[in-house]
């Protein structure tokens, strides 16, 4: 293992932490934004809504875009944007302003999202086992330490824009020092062209050639369910909460805080239980236990039961995303890039149908059976699991291997 793959792997979980605080800091506070700049109730959902979907468009810009840059480059620079389109939420003083820094937000984040995984799949597939869960975990982290700034905030009462400015004045010249050492892979972004090297070594459905969308739409459907799960938790569970079961702004922080150490968890011990007992069992333990939890939220009689729920989800949840990403570039391990570009707007198509739709039926029904969907949906996972197991053609019995010459290339020219 060379000093390059492991400085790649330390600057890229970095990044994985900052996003995780920068998104965390943004979702938590969804009530605080909501009252800043007075956004009804009405107009909340076409607020969230527009994040992923913008996020959806940089995430294709992406997949253009690795063709001709390498995906460090675009995340070295997307991620000092969604950091100051954080402070512009924070900052601003009208509907337009947020309009923008939302709209410039979700575009740098698709971008962000796209180029953080292509390098995790590209490390992983260098290192040759799973560390995919790894990178995850570390965003987690993140998200707890955002969320619990976010608590802070709430509890003492302060603007958005002094609970923004020391943490992008913290992390935005770190994340910019560490991106000296991503790592790019070799090859991966080229659908079939003369730089797909990984290609001539496998059997699997990538090989000598681009993105089969019909391959990949099982790992696609995975993606848009797991990510439905997290929108619900993530952009409903402090209303929930509040409006629901009746806890105080304050308290309201807590969900994704609770859910973000469970997702820690279960992330820090998932490549361990990928090792051992594989992909599927660990992808439909998860939907098992994902989909508990949505349950127990549906009937919590309070605050502290329906935390009890939101904690379960995390804990299930968590494993399905890494191990998404990491599927499909062992499906198409010569244009891992672009499946992982494609895949990722999946992500956002999770959220954009997720957050409307657990706000239109919890104002036309209740938000209690607004909670079964992401339920159900998360159980299709099943059906979807075996997409997971390892090629078993790819290198003679389904086992990654290390490719640190395709895979050694780091992004300040090492």
Known sequence: MTEVLRRGRASLALSFFAQGVAFALLVTRIPGIQDRYGVSDALLPVFLAA????????????????????????????QPVVLLALLGVGAGDGLAVLGFALA??????????????????SLQRAYGRSIMLSFHAV????????????????????????????????????????SRWYVDGKGDEAEGGAEGGAAS??????????????????????????????????????????????????????????YMVTTLIGRALGDLGVRRFGAVAVVRLGALVAAAG??????????????????????????????????A???????????????????????????????????????????AVPMVLVLVTFVYARSFAPQPDRYGGGHERPRTADVGRGSNGV
């Open 329 to 371: 570039g062992r499906l198409f391990p010569g244009a891992s890039d672009a499946a992982v570009a494609r895949l990722n707007v999946f992500n956002y198509v999770g959220f954009l149908v997720g957050s409307p739709l657990v706000g239109a039926l919890g104002d036309a029904w209740s938000y209690r059976g607004a909670m």
């Open 51 to 78: 994040v992923p979907i913008l996020a959806g468009v940089g995430s294709v810009a992406t997949e253009r875009l690795v063709k001709r840059i390498p995906p460090s480059r675009l995340l070295r620079w997307s």
């Open 139 to 178: 965003y987690s982290l993140g998200g707890i330490l955002g969320a619990s700034l976010a608590w802070a905030g709430a509890h003492w009462h302060l603007a958005l824009c002094v609970s923004y400015l020391p943490v992008v004045l913290v992390l935005l010249p770190v994340v910019l020092v560490g």
């Open 294 to 327: 949505f349950a127990v939220v549906a009937v919590a009689p309070g605050a502290w039961a329906g935390m009890g729920g939101f904690t379960l989800v995390g804990l299930g949840l968590c494993v399905l995303v890494p191990q998404t990403f990491a599927a």
């Open 201 to 258: 070594e496998t059997g699997a459905v990538g090989r000598g050639q681009g993105v089969v969308f019909k391959a990949l739409l099982p790992l696609c459907l995975v993606m848009t369910f797991a990510y439905i799960g997290d929108s619900t938790v993530s952009n409903w569970s402090a209303k929930y909460l509040q409006d629901v079961l009746g806890s105080s702004e304050q308290l309201a922080t807590v969900p994704y805080n609770v």
């Open 104 to 121: 410039l937000f979700g575009l740098a984040v698709g971008a962000l999202d796209a180029s953080m995984n292509m390098l995790g799949v």
